[in-house]
């Protein structure tokens, strides 16, 4: 079964035919080829496929591609300005320390992003509790911490 | 006392600052390439088939329902791998089992389709006709004399590995001494659990010469590696190249060649087209190698001071069905045993025994968790019985520069005393208890000058500049995210009086990298760091070369900074080095700046009886923990934590604050969460649910004190740190415990059913009295 589905990516208004069966996950990485969304699970276990659908982080594996007809999807491809310069979060996570083998990074950014569109003054539980379910191994999470914290402090803009 | 720094009074631009990790902003933006993300035209998939059993005979292999399945190219069995071809240092490991399988991660069969889904279902079609034999689970049972043997070939299930030192006399220094403590420790399986699972693409080209994209901290290696399978293939005088992408984690993993990667290439060959395999989750968790369980028996004494006069320890290990460099842990096991303090009396034994389990691999630190969490938590034991201080037992004991290990390993820069210090300075180990709270302390020493267990140690560089003032160097190096980028172009510009941003730094591509024995044993910044300075101290001679001749002035007047070479003195006389760089190509009999190296550091080979020196230099920490341990339900949180590092010194503190941290994090999971649970050689926990990693919720403060001793063989006085963090966490954790509530926990992880358990074993055996 396929079916036409029309939603916002990054502000981009698209159409596409899928599959009734396809993940977001799948037809973004795999059929749109953004590769910024990564596949660290597939069991919406780790994180690492972040997105936000109508400014809810969700596991796009394990959202189906024929729910987001109509919604607005962001992806990590859609953070930095079309000139280049990163979203405060990115800039933050570069800047301190955030990022190691940076597998983990978009889903990171993705959620901290949710997490402070909704909260911009959230505090330090606040943010941990909202990326409890994204995974790192190489930064035992202490400099990922501080990058959000930073780009919290930084109200949204880069310094 | 500690080298004096050369340095002191030399103003660095580059070295030690805290400068981002160069490819950080690509994966922050999602443009970085993982394995996962590359596809090449006419890609197959490729998918293993893995035994239903842990220890069966395969009576029959039916394949011909997958051949019939359209979009399927080929189905390989054990039958279609050459004799030859095996994996790992032992050589016991077929990249596809044939006859019999000998635990549950065997692979029986692989399949290459047009896409995943299909290859998938051609698995689902294979017919395998199994009869299942007896399977040994626990390494001392298979050291009996009636256990079924693992492989019969090989007559007993113990390996001949040779891991047996005596130095000293360590039966006479246990009469002397004053207090002895005997005690069995046991360690988990834990593994890597990098984000990034595994992959390889493999393809050849119309001379069957083999390039394979892979995951690896061992490029070179991994060629020698695919080489030899090639040879078996009957596939001589080939060339392979090895293609390295961004890799989503390491951690030691990637420290060998596994089944996928000799599987896809011999797909790739069947089908004459590239082949990708790629793991999933659940494959990641079962398939991949992990962190090697131990049983540990130890002694250690001291006399009425506190002075250490032996320590005898003993080890049997889980090597499981096949041999990778789990087996070959023991010998890191042996820096600590022999070298973490002074003690002049020592034996250590270690058995590598066959069973039905999963194999181990490298993992951060290489053994040295596992010996380093019975020697310390015994050390603290010893400390208690003797009367003496845990942090005074530590300090009397402490290593110090000069000192020649009994296994020849010479301590040039130390900074143990500083470590304890720092650690100090955070919590009065000794000092006044609260109830349920305490506090715990372990050292730790680890190779920090890279480590002699291959022919060469070395890594080579190649350094050219082009004629904008710009650089590329290659590196035998690899950056699997702890930074050696970073560090490579830090002293490369550091050198050259650059800007990192002027350094382009490859380290991915066996074409153009020179050779390295791999990202193992924190040597890459001490390493590789020495081949980048050796090559940019070769370029920096001939650019002052130039400059004398251009600027008129005597080379040793000649300074280079801000990316121009200036004569001291004369701030008149001055010239950028993009033009000095054209001047020298465009003139006749022009020139390229461009120079090679290969630093291959001198330290030894263990020789006899393992004695060497195995480091050039070795790092020394020591971790500091306050926990608090609920007595109702057994709970171990960890109110603070300090990680103090003597690091030679930090190229770069932010990356190495990282490393410290996720270390340290790891380090915890080993000591309170972290298991590969199994049932008769079944793993029951591959999901992220079930296997326990530290989340951001339960993220901790570290404190990460760095102690710089400033080593003289090291690249601007550095060592290693890549691993340290993780080693001596276990144990810090464990005395903490001890200190809070009276209860040692000798196996790890030491989870709250475990310290319920102690707790109601003390209540009882006090009640008892």
Redo the contacts between chains.
């Keep these: 079964m396929t079916t036409n589905i029309s939603f916002l990516l990054n502000g981009d208004k698209i159409s596409y035919e899928i599959k009734d069966h396809w993940t977001l996950l799948h037809l973004l990485r795999e059929e749109m080829g ?10 919406g ?2 994180g ?1 496929c972040t997105v936000i659908v109508d400014k809810l982080a969700v596991n796009s594996c394990l959202y189906l591609a024929i729910d987001v007809d109509g919604a607005s999807i962001e ?3 859609g ?2 300005s079309t000139n280049g310069t ?1 979203h405060p979060l ?2 933050s ?5 955030g ?8 889903g990171m ?1 993705m959620s901290s992003k949710a997490l402070l569109d909704e909260n911009p003054r959230a505090n330090h539980e606040q ?3 909202a ?15 501080e990058s959000v914290e930073a780009a919290r402090d930084k109200g949204g803009q880069n310094e | 006392m500690n080298n004096l720094n050369p340095d002191t009074n030399r103003e660095f631009s580059v070295v030690g600052k805290r400068i981002p990790k160069l490819d950080a902003a690509q994966k922050a933006m999602g443009r970085a390439e993982y394995i996962q993300d590359i596809k090449l035209p006419g890609m197959l998939f490729g998918k293993i088939l893995y035994s239903k059993h842990a220890h069966a005979d395969i009576v029959k292999i039916d394949t011909s329902k997958a051949r019939a399945l359209a979009g399927v190219h080929a189905v390989l069995t054990g039958e279609d791998v050459p004799k030859k071809m095996k994996m790992g240092f032992y050589k016991d490991n077929p990249p596809i089992k044939k006859g019999k399988v000998c635990s549950f991660r065997d692979e029986v069969a692989a399949v290459a389709a047009i896409s995943p889904e299909i290859a998938k279902k051609a698995l689902d079609l294979i017919e395998i006709e199994y009869e299942e034999l007896p399977g040994i689970f626990d390494p001392e049972k298979a050291m009996e004399k009636d256990s079924p043997l693992v492989h019969e070939y090989h007559k007993s299930n113990v390996l001949n590995l040779p891991w047996k030192l005596h130095y000293g006399d360590v039966e006479k220094a246990e009469k002397e001494s004053d207090f002895v403590v005997e005690e069995k420790f046991t360690t988990q399986w834990v593994t890597h659990c990098c984000l990034g699972t595994s992959g390889a693409i493999a393809l050849f080209d119309s001379n069957d010469n083999l390039t394979i994209h892979t995951n690896t901290q061992i490029p070179s290696l991994a060629q020698k590696d695919f080489l030899e399978s090639l040879k078996a293939m009957g596939l001589v005088n080939k060339r392979v190249r090895v293609i390295k992408p961004i890799i989503g984690g390491g951690f030691g993993s990637k420290l060998d060649t596994y089944a996928y990667e000799h599987i896809s290439i011999l797909l790739a060959y069947a089908c004459r087209k590239p082949v990708k395999i790629m793991f999933d989750r659940v494959e990641e968790f079962k398939a991949t190698s992990t962190r090697q369980p131990t049983v540990i028996y130890i002694k250690q004494g001291c006399d009425k001071n506190g002075k250490l006069t032996f320590r005898d320890m003993r080890m049997v290990l889980d090597n499981g069905a096949y041999t990778s460099w789990g087996a070959t842990t023991p010998s890191v096991m042996m820096m600590p045993i022999t070298s973490l303090y002074r003690v002049d009396n020592v034996r250590f034994n270690a058995k590598c025994v066959y069973t039905n389990n999963t194999y181990s691999q490298a993992m951060r630190g290489y053994g040295n968790p596992q010996a380093t969490f019975a020697i310390e938590s015994t050390l603290d034991m010893l400390a208690e019985k003797a009367g003496i201080g845990r942090v005074d037992i530590r300090r009397i004991n402490r290593n110090q520069p000069g000192d020649i290990t009994p296994q020849g390993f010479k301590i040039t820069s130390c900074g143990i005393s500083e470590c304890i210090d720092e650690v100090e300075k955070e919590f009065a180990i000794d000092g006044p208890k609260e109830k349920g709270i305490g506090t715990g302390i372990a050292s730790l020493i680890h190779v920090g000058g890279g480590a002699r267990i291959y022919k060469s140690d070395g890594c080579g560089a190649i350094l050219k500049m082009d004629d904008y003032g710009k650089v590329d160097i290659f590196t035998g190096g690899t950056d699997m995210g702890q930074g050696l980028d970073n560090i490579t172009a830090q002293i490369v510009a550091e050198e050259l009086g650059l800007y990192v941003e002027d350094i382009n730094v490859v380290h991915t591509d066996t074409d153009v990298c020179p050779w390295d024995v791999g990202a193992h044993a924190s040597r890459s910044t001490f390493v590789a760091g020495n081949a980048a300075l050796g090559a940019a101290k070769k370029v920096k001679e001939t650019i002052l070369e130039y400059g004398s001749k251009f600027l008129d002035a005597d080379p040793e007047d000649l300074v280079l900074r801000d990316r121009a070479i200036f004569v001291s003195g004369d701030p008149e006389k001055s010239m950028p080095i993009d033009k000095l760089l054209r001047k020298a190509h465009f003139s006749p009999q022009g020139k390229m700046l461009m120079a090679d190296f290969f630093y291959d550091p001198d330290n030894e080979n263990m020789g006899k009886e393992f004695k060497g020196n195995m480091s050039v230099t070795y790092a020394f920490g020591a971790h500091g923990v306050k926990v608090k341990v609920d007595e109702e339900t057994g709970k171990v949180q960890v109110l603070d934590y300090v990680a103090a590092h003597d690091v030679g010194r930090a190229i770069n503190p932010l990356l190495l604050e990282g490393q410290v941290y996720g270390g340290v994090v790891m380090g915890l999971g080993y000591a309170l969460t972290e298991e590969v649970v199994t049932r008769n050689g079944q793993n029951m926990n591959a999901n992220f649910r079930d296997y326990k990693l530290f989340t951001a919720k339960d993220a901790i403060k570290i404190k990460a004190p760095v102690v710089e001793t400033y080593d003289e063989y090291g690249p601007f006085g550095a060592k290693g740190i890549g691993e340290p963090g993780c080693v001596p966490t276990a144990p810090a954790i464990a005395n903490a415990i001890y200190d809070a509530v009276g209860v040692r926990i000798f196996d790890l992880p030491i989870t709250p059913e475990k310290v319920l358990a102690a707790l109601k074993e003390k209540k009882s055996a006090t009640t008892e009295i």
């Excluded at chain 1, 990022?99 to 978009?106: A, T």
């Design positions: 953004l590769i910024g969304t990564k596949e660290g699970c597939g069991n276990e780790c690492a992806t990590i491809e953070l930095a990163l990115q800039q996570f570069v800047d301190k320390g990022i190691q083998c940076g597998f983990c990074s978009p950014i943010i941990k509790h990326l409890a379910g994204n995974i790192c191994r190489c930064t035992g999470y202490v400099q990922i911490l």
